[in-house]
């Protein structure tokens, strides 16, 4: 995965332009899949200098360097376990950073690294730990339909769990980019306060972006397990609720009994994009 103009259009609008971070440090080395006019674009939208060096290279193969310093970036560096793409970090993000590293970064940005982390929660502790107090952390990763690109897809709710008050951050929120056709940009409320799950079945592939800004340091970062919230609002509604609410309907149970492979067929659509409660879609 890289930097493309959408991902970097939401970055500067909701990170550059509002927190103005003079140093990040990125999860491998990201490579930027703009082309010239959208680099172009970008820099008369957000008033940059078109410098000579935004427009050298070819596209899918230059490093996003130069156009994150562009966005005032300052210091920056890479954490990567192996040199060999110019990392200035050489760390492996299965196990702890190392103290020096802490609070040291206005922006901690994961632009398609985490997914291919097996050890998922230190590498997201190992953000928050790089992430100075006030700065921003951004996660870019697979959501949906990425199977076999690395260990693992993400769902907005681990986002939400982890990067939340409790754990020292606030102003978290959740995007999500469909690759389809329409290529729309979907903005998800925290399921906590929806008090359900933000379920979505669809054919292409679909990214998330998580932003975050970290408000103090916490030491240890675990201080208890993120649990997901709608089992939490069940558990915590357990005792009122009636214990055959789950029970499945009598006529679904008759198609079953009677006419198996269209009962197979009906819940095969029910749990399609055909169905409007699983199909992409804004909830704020």
Known sequence: M??????????????????????????????????????????KEFRLEVRPELLEGEYRQRFADNILKAFGILRLEHMDVFPEEG??????????????????????????????????????????????IGGCIVMIAPANNYCGHGFFQFSPELFYRAFCESNGFAETRVHLLDYGVLGTTLTLVDPALKKSRLEF???????????????????????????????????????RRNALEHQAPGFEVFLLNNFPRLSRILQGLKFSSLNPKMRLRSNR
């Open 2 to 43: 890289g930097l493309d103009y959408r991902t970097l259009h939401l970055l500067a609008t909701e990170v550059f332009k509002t927190h103005h971070p003079k140093s990040c440090i990125c999860l491998g080395r990201p490579h930027y899949f703009g082309v010239n006019k959208e680099t172009v674009r970008l820099c």
């Open 87 to 132: 990392a200035t970090i050489i760390h492996d993000l299965n196990t702890a950073i190392p103290e020096k590293l802490r609070n040291q970064f206005d922006l901690v940005l994961d632009n398609g690294t985490l997914e291919h982390i097996f050890n998922i929660p230190q590498a997201l502790e190992n953000c928050a730990s790089l992430c100075a």
């Open 201 to 239: 079945i669809n054919s292409s592939q679909v990214v998330m972006v998580g932003i975050a800004r970290k408000t103090r340091d916490k030491k240890p970062f675990w201080t208890q397990w993120p649990q997901q919230s709608d089992y939490v609002v069940y558990w915590n509604t357990a005792e």
